[in-house]
């Protein structure tokens, strides 16, 4: 099959779309001449449906852009400048390996650091050979929250697992609250499923802190303060227990601590969520009784509300709302932030830690990056980046910067672009884009595992990351067989993990049949008997946060910079709250290169209140900057009334632009969550000016 479609001059074919994003969509690819000449959604795929968004249906556009990097490439000039000249294969290997021996030999393993994230979501590529590589080097390892890690944590407090309502059955639902989440631009496939729900009655709401495409979409938005959403799920349950909505059988069957939540929901009166969050006391009462008296309500918990200072509290609060009412004896009732957990696989063949020669190496948080290129003590000296753009990405890039940027750093990117970070690369590779892999595919929300088999030769001498790094492997004279290890071996060990009964009879045969497989949704029937919490019910309270130092009960802490209760306005140095969410047609910073996307954003804007722009003398398409202590951010005005007063947006995540300021990165904080460690970009303040 694998050499039939590459051969194929014309015909259609399927593929998955490896974007980091809930939906992870089967696609068709349709060739002329060899070439992709048009990407659609694959219509027997059950959650895609034949449906895809924009930045996929332009896909090939991607594939082939003129810009391209193909062949390996040296830096020649400063770092940052990106002028580099092209080497072969063998040179880069090299060089790389012989780097390495000799950082190993001077300064110990752990001065090597991959960084790395989700730019291409294939199991064999971001958690496969490029693992085993640098466990067998003994280089430091990452911490990978800059995504999710706050709301995962916040939410396995409550549940004990990254496993909540299945996408199908929200359909069910009458009541959709979609929580801190853009899901017209992040997660379109809930959108079809809530709009099916919303024919049969259903009512949608969105809780956000500006009235996104999402918002716009609702039946009722709620526009509420940055980082004050715990008070508002407290607030709820205040309500619900004080009018008797809750379900006391469930509660007394299934969870741990309601008695003392019962007690403690009594400080959250309507009036005192009111004054925290911005939100009326009538809007709060009539959320709740929404809310509480549904028969079917589904939370949707998104990743925005979660980047905060106490994004893990606060997804842990939300979490617990289902159980009041005993959502999860209903079909589409409950919530869901992650479904990662029902796809696990057999990551310790795949990773291989035991090939680690130090067990006990450090881990460095990628959301500190910047600071830990500053580190003088036991100083990293090389750092790989793939699948991963941190010089826009990551928080405060100036730092990020001025780390990359360092002389003595040897720095690798391995990636399909010259982007931002690719700049700083003293040795740039070229890598393939999905579609001209073998990759395996699970989605972090819905259940159906994907095969991915190459529909085109690599273009020029671009490699896919499990051959860089099965290539690095044996160049660096690692003799244990992984690395010689094909695609189709290391899928079937990621599949034979008999631990995960939800992964059950998916096999590789049954993939390459059928290239979509579904779980074996089975035990969800029975789950709330097995909760891997460690009372084994709904913890309201738990017992290990308190432990840790953290409220074990739902609490809202406030914001370490931004909202502290009272509206922050005139007098302080940075008055206003600053949120820079991703937009409709970039994934992260992927598509922001590619000319076709970039004209459908235009160019990178600030929305901002009328009587916010009022007060600095804005008008509508001015140019202003945005700035605090860490940075600037240059920028179009544009006057709305798409949020409260004291909340700036900008949506996008673009790269360096010409001679202009173009990172909102440069005004986000280092600072990690209250759980799990986490990114915390949308805790910021700044002010604003005319230029
Ligand atoms: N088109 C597109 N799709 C994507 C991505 C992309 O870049 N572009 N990125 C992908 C990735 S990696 C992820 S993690 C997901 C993220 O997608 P989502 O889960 O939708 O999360 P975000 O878009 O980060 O933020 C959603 C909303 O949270 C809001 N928000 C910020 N602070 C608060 C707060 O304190 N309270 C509340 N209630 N809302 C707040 C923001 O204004 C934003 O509208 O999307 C994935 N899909
Ligand atoms: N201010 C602010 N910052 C944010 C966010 C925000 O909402 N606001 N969102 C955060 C979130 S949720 C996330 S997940 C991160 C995402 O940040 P990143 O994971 O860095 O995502 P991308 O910017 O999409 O960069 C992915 C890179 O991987 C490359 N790539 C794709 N496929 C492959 C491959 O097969 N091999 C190799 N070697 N490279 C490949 C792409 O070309 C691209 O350059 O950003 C975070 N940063
Ligand atoms: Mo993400």
Known sequence: ??????????????????????????LLLHKENGKIVKVTGNPDHPITQGAICNKVRNMAHRVYHPERVLYPLRRVGPKGEGAFERISWDEAIQEITGR?????????????????????MGILSVDGMDRRFF???????????????????????????????????????????VWGGNIVSTNMHQVVLAEKARKAGAKVVVIDVHKNQTGQWSDWFIPLFPGTDAALAVGLMHIMFRDGMVNEEFLRQYTLGHEALREHVKDYTPEHVSSITGIPV??????????????????HIGNGLQHHDNGGLTVRSIAALPA????????????????????????????????????????????????ALAMTEQPIKSV???????????????????????????????????????????????????????????????????????????????????????????AMGFTDPTFHETEEEMMARALDFPDNPYLNGVTLDKLKEHRHVKLDMTPLETFLDRLPTPSGRIELYSAQLEQAGLPPLPTYVPLK???????????HKYPLMFISPPNHNFLNSTFANVDKHQKLEKEPALQIHPEDAEERGVEDGDMVTVYNDRGTYEVRA???????????????????????????NALTPDRLSDMGEGATFFSTVVEVKRH
């Open 1 to 26: 099959m694998t050499q039939a479609m590459i051969h194929q001059e014309n015909g259609v074919f399927p593929a998955v779309c490896p974007l980091d994003c809930p939906d992870t969509c089967g």
């Open 561 to 571: 910079e931004g909202y502290d209760g009272v509206r922050r306005g005139r007098g």
């Open 135 to 177: 466990n067998r080097l003994g280089a430091s390892r990452l911490k990978q929250s800059i995504c999710n890690s706050a709301g995962n944590e916040g939410w396995k407090s409550v549940m004990g697992f990254n496993g909540g309502t299945v996408p199908e059955d929200t359909v069910h639902a009458d009541v959709i609250i």
């Open 282 to 299: 009538g809007d709060i009462e009539k959320l709740a009784d929404l809310y509480g008296r549904a028969d079917t309500s589904y939370i």
């Open 638 to 664: 544009k006057v709305t009334d798409k949020m409260l007063p004291g909340t700036v947006v900008s949506q996008g995540l673009w790269w360096e632009g010409e001679g202009r300021k173009q990172r909102a």
């Open 384 to 474: 790989f980046v793939y699948c991963s753009n941190p010089l826009v990405v990551a928080p405060d890039t100036g730092r990020v910067r001025e780390g990359f940027a360092r002389e003595d750093l040897f720095t690798v990117v391995h990636d399909l672009f010259m982007t931002d970070t690719a700049k700083y690369a003293d040795i740039l590779l070229p890598a393939t884009s999905s579609f001209e892999n073998t990759d395996l595919f699970a989605s972090y929300w819905h259940q159906y595992i994907q095969l991915q088999e190459p529909v085109i030769p690599a273009l020029g001498e671009s490699k896919s990351n499990v051959e860089l790094f099965s290539m690095l492997g044996r």
């Open 324 to 371: 009041l009412t005993g959502q999860w004896l209903k079909r589409g009732g409950g919530a869901a932030k992650s479904n990662g957990g029902y796809n696990s696989m057999d990551s310790d063949a795949l990773e291989r830690p035991d090939l680690r020669p130090n067990p006990n190496a450090r881990t460095i948080n990628m959301n500190r990056i910047g600071e």
């Open 100 to 120: 390495y021996k000799k950082l190993i030999e001077e300064h110990g393993s752990e001065s090597i650091l991959p960084y790395s994230f989700y730019g291409n």
